[in-house]
């Protein structure tokens, strides 16, 4: 029996022993760093009041309005375009469906940083001739993308331009899931491609989108890498997002208490935000599955595609 | 100064930008890689000394130092200038292990260092050679009674001006800032494509060097901790006011500086002047310049109150000692060379582009030579003019400088687009350089 028992142990020793490593330890070490401040060159113990701080930190809730702005701009046009793109190859209408697929997803193999790189240079009025071209209409103008306050929304472009093929390809994956023969009764029942997409197709990836929609929203919170980089093309205030504000103050002004507390709010805020969110937009899905379980109890057991769709835990 | 002058939160360009964008996996990278920080102790056995710079010259001197000093051999790493730079001190200096012995930093940036404890007090090593520089250089290094860095250059701020685009219109080059709004009115109106120059909310160091040089003193330490932090003087709201009616006006227009963008009005002339530094022919317009546009020329700034001249400076540079560096006797050597040694000195101003603070730079080939640039002027000796207003200067740096370059581009940053007023911004960026220095444990009179 002795062996027995401590197999289980041993197989996920490593998993543990990494997750302590380079998780725990590092959230309790941040935590501890949160609780203390240098005062004139010491270390100290400051109790709460690096949170105090923050709390009052215009800087910091602003921040923090940005990436809800951004969240709310990326999320929603990131998950249409993905989910419109999932539903037209999906469709009969469309011929290579592959080469669409592929061509549509190859924007998410770009890594973020040459995405963003790239996006600066098309954004620059010298690099990207179509702006040169665009100058007549703007009074004779240059066009500057990057001298105007819409930061937001080119930094939301950048973004959306890499997710929507990402999406498009977990929302096309999991309708060829769905069985076939829902949809021959559809069809059989009159509906058109349309309605087919909208009546059908839709509800059944709504776990999907769901999964999608909080993989966003996580995202957005921790913007990082697409402000950093767009500083050099435009002015992009160092608080401009949290996590850019607790790296500014890390390692920028070298306060790295204060960084460490501005990354436990943030932590606190993306957990509060994602689990909100989720009740929020499941509370009708789980309400359904219920009725769902109650019915199929009553009468005799039929298999819903509906349920053997919706992937475990969402 | 130099490359890194005020280059914070900026780059030049395409080749800049990729490169930072390299430094973002560098950073991250640092903890990691160690390199053999110190080496061999002193005495009669090979000295070897790691140095980090952004100078261009910086191999020549290391090959020159080499070659007086036989028993010491320098380590060379290039840093990405400027804010870049500072960060990947900052990772280095707070992991304990994997600085360089001698790093290049800017004034501004010594007291952050010091005040943090990972530079050591270079007074005694220094000292002797203080006596070659101007007080004022001296101050410039000097924070709370030490001296933490050998000195090697003055920045003082310039007017650089297109002199064809303002014969054009018959605009004498200004000497006043009154001159300087009316010709900014002037050549607007009679060109609209043209502006006087471009006002740039994301460059910290270059809206502290005007502010300097309206005669404010935003940091002053009192002693015993106590600091007087005044963002708000009569002198800073006249700067920034006149800076906030010309761009309402229209004549000054708002641009990211250091960027493609910019870089490109600079070299099709939308500009006629830039408020620079004596640096900004070689690293701020020179790149962006192919040679027919080397029209520019360097004039001395513009005066507030022409009775009374002021001068600021926008960087200077300066070699500190880590607390990492296993022989900081012969690094401290090694440093203070860099700023009084002849050689050096001809370097720096020839390969470099820079204003020695050493006295000895007047005695140079490099101090007479003619700025390319400048189709030939020789701008070191109209530095050389304003050296002695400029020494008068009281103005400080403190452990906040990246902190308040920061507040200041956000704040006017809103400023500029209407959001606040510009009393307002100065008013938000005052509040919040004294909120910091609290949290960190200083007292604010």
Known sequence: MGPRSKAPYLMVA??????VAFFVYPLVNAFVLSLQGRLAGQDQFVGLNNYVTALGDQAFWGSL???FAFAIVQAVTALLLGLVMALLLDSSLVRGSAFFRLTNFMPFAVPGVIATIMWGFLYSPQLN???????????GKQVNLLAGGNLVLLIANIVTWSAAGYFMTLYFSALTALPREMYEAAKLDGCNEFQLAIRVKVPALRPMILFTAILSVIGAMQLFNEPFLLHNLANVSASYTPNLYAYNQAFTYGNLNYAATLSFILALVTLVV???FFFVTSGESRRERRELRASRRASRPAPTPAASVAPRGV | MTNGSGFRHRAIGRRQFLGGVGALGLTAALAACSSPAGGAKAGDGPVTLTWWSWLSNAPALAKAYEKQYPNVKIQFTQVPGGTPAYTKYGAALRAGSGAADVLQIEYQELPQFASEGHIVDMTSYVKKYMAGFPDFTKRMVTYQGKIWGAPIDLDPMMLLYRPDTLQKHSIPVPTTWTDFASAAKTLHEADPSKYMTFFAPNNGGR?????????ATPFEDQGNGTWKIDFTSTAAK????FWGDLIKAGYVKVDTDFTPAWGNSIANGVYATDVGAIWSPTYEIGPYLKKAGYKWKAAVMPQWDASNPLQSMWGGLSFAVTDQCKNPAAAAQFATWLGTNKTALESHGTAGGLYCASKDFANTAAFTSGMPVLGGQKENQLVSTIIPTLEKSMFQWSPWTQYAYGQLQAQMQDAVTGKIT?????ANVQASVVQTAKQQGYKVA
Do not use: E, I, K, R
């Open chain 1, 129 to 139: 001739p179509l702006l040169q071209v665009l100058a007549p209409l703007n009074g």
């Open chain 1, 14 to 19: 490593p998993f543990v022993l990494l997750f």
């Open chain 1, 274 to 276: 994602s689990v909100v």
């Open chain 2, 238 to 241: 006249q700067v920034m006011n």
């Open chain 2, 207 to 215: 809206m502290m060097g005007m502010l300097w040089q309206g005669g």
């Open chain 2, 422 to 426: 510009y009393n307002q911004a100065l």
């Open chain 1, 65 to 67: 309005g940005t990436v």
